[in-house]
């Protein structure tokens, strides 16, 4: 949090409770694609675990025989059209999350900053209806949808609005969602969210790091919490001699390459460790140059919830009372 910046708060807030009474009110209004959108969102600024939630969800929703693809604005790409995702294209041209979706689901993934285009060129494409999933979309109220799911992180608890803290919103926005999702470790929180006036039901989330036979490597991320994924690293026993983190979806450079290189010889460790969202956001050159001098291995972030069967029931179920019935797919 940035005190000097509080001051500034309550134009942010106000900026923010007039787009949204500008949408309950109907004064902005929502565009409609044919089939169901599922929105997946946050109330903060990054690292919330969404991508991973989406990855789920698309996967769950297969194995029902539901078709499904993902929407998403593809933040950071260099592109402005409207597009599939081509899951060996690169990241500046469909941004790191949705290629990270599209090469762990196979699903169809389309990116677009209106993500009304994104839907409608996926239902053009598209020889059978799906249900949409909707990236980031809780804050994106121009694209209507059948279902809200919000993420929340245990710091939402403690920080401020924008741009003080880190909160794009207020708890009280979740008034317009139907499923809070949290991590499995943070149900302590509970109460909290409790008594903040939340009544919703909770999708609790267990994560896993999947991480492969490495005892030392030099650690590096561009992620919103890079001290999470070290924390990781080291509670699964992983020496760790040196780190470098930048800024999240940072693109990296040949200059980010050497000097990545340099710890590792400084150092004399036997590999290099990175995210899977990192990992896409490396052009083939820079993988290459940093395979040269050490393997370069990759923790993958698995999430899975407590109870799928009941969750997935639970969103058939709000599909199916907003007259939005995902079909089957042949």
């Not at 919830?305 to 969750?311: F, K, V």
Request: charged share 25%.
């Amino acid at each position: 949090m940035t005190r000097a910046l509080l001051p500034l708060v309550p134009l942010y807030a106000a900026a923010v409770d007039a787009k949204n009474l500008a949408c309950d009110r109907g004064w902005v209004r929502a565009d409609h694609l044919r089939w169901p959108v599922v929105s997946v969102g946050n109330l903060s600024v990054g690292g919330s675990g969404k991508t991973p939630l989406v990855i789920r969800l698309a996967e769950l929703l297969r194995e029902q025989g539901i078709a499904v693809d993902v929407l998403s604005r593809g933040y950071g790409r260099q592109s402005t059209t409207v597009a599939q995702v081509d899951p060996n294209g690169s990241a500046e041209e469909f941004g790191d999350e949705p290629l990270l979706i599209a090469r762990a689901t196979c699903v169809p993934v389309y990116v677009g900053s209106s993500r009304y285009a994104a839907g409608e060129l996926a239902e053009r494409d598209a020889t059978t209806p799906h249900v949409h999933l909707l990236d980031d979309g809780f804050q994106h109220r121009r694209l209507a949808r059948s279902l809200d799911i919000v993420v929340l992180h245990r710091s939402d608890f403690s920080t401020h609005l924008l741009p003080a803290g880190r909160l794009r919103e207020r708890f009280s926005s979740l008034r317009r969602a139907q499923i809070i999702a949290m991590r499995d470790e943070d149900q302590d929180l509970e109460p909290e969210l409790r008594r903040r006036g939340c009544k919703l039901p909770i999708w609790w989330m267990t994560r896993r790091v999947e991480i492969p036979g490495v005892s030392s490597a030099i650690a590096f991320c561009a992620i919103a919490r890079p001290d999470e994924f070290l924390s990781e690293l080291r509670k699964q026993g992983i020496a760790i001699p040196a780190t470098r983190s930048w800024r999240d979806h940072h693109r990296y450079t040949c200059a980010d390459i050497s000097a990545l290189i340099s710890l590792q010889r400084q150092h004399q460790s036997q590999a290099f460790l990175t995210t899977e969202k990192d990992l896409v956001r490396l052009s083939p050159s820079h993988r290459q140059t940093l395979q040269s001098a050490a393997p370069l291995h990759t923790a993958k972030l698995v999430v899975r919830l407590r109870d799928e069967g009941a969750a997935m029931a639970q969103l058939l179920g709000f599909l199916s009372q907003s007259a939005a019935v995902p079909p089957q797919s042949t």
